[in-house]
């Protein structure tokens, strides 16, 4: 069994920061890309950032210049640091990873955590 668990959100103000953690933990033989999505009311799902396995990131538009995603030193963990958050930036923040674990190769979601921005 493999899980995902997401933590660091909260309410901040506009211009703040905000890091998202999202630890990994069960029978995991390796780690590969893992991403941040986010899901604003009444909005689809949405790619925020990858990371690769190598250490390579992508990022939407929307957060280009202002979220970084990385990796921590465990590699069973990943971070989001969240810059100049904007209102917009309001939404559930979920991890998700595509992780080998002893039975199966499979896709695994967090729960989520909220993350407010006001104006």
């Known amino acids: 069994q493999v899980q995902l668990v997401e933590s660091g959100g909260g309410l901040v103000q506009a211009g703040g920061s905000l890091t998202l953690s999202c630890v990994a933990s069960?029978?995991?033989?390796?780690?590969?890309?893992m991403s941040w999505y986010r899901q604003a009311p009444g909005k689809q799902r949405e790619l925020v950032a990858t990371?690769?396995?190598?250490?390579?990131?992508n990022y939407a538009d929307s957060v280009k210049g202002r979220f970084t995603m990385s990796r921590g030193n465990a590699k069973n963990t990943v971070y989001l640091l969240m810059n100049s958050l904007k209102p917009e930036d309001t939404a559930v923040y979920y991890c998700?990873?595509?992780?080998?674990?002893?039975?199966?190769?499979?896709?695994?979601w967090g729960q989520g955590t909220q993350v407010t921005v006001s104006s």
């Open positions: 998700r990873g595509w992780i080998v674990s002893t039975t199966i190769a499979s896709t695994y």
């Open positions: 069960g029978r995991i033989l390796s780690i590969n890309t």
């Open positions: 990371i690769t396995s190598g250490g390579s990131t």
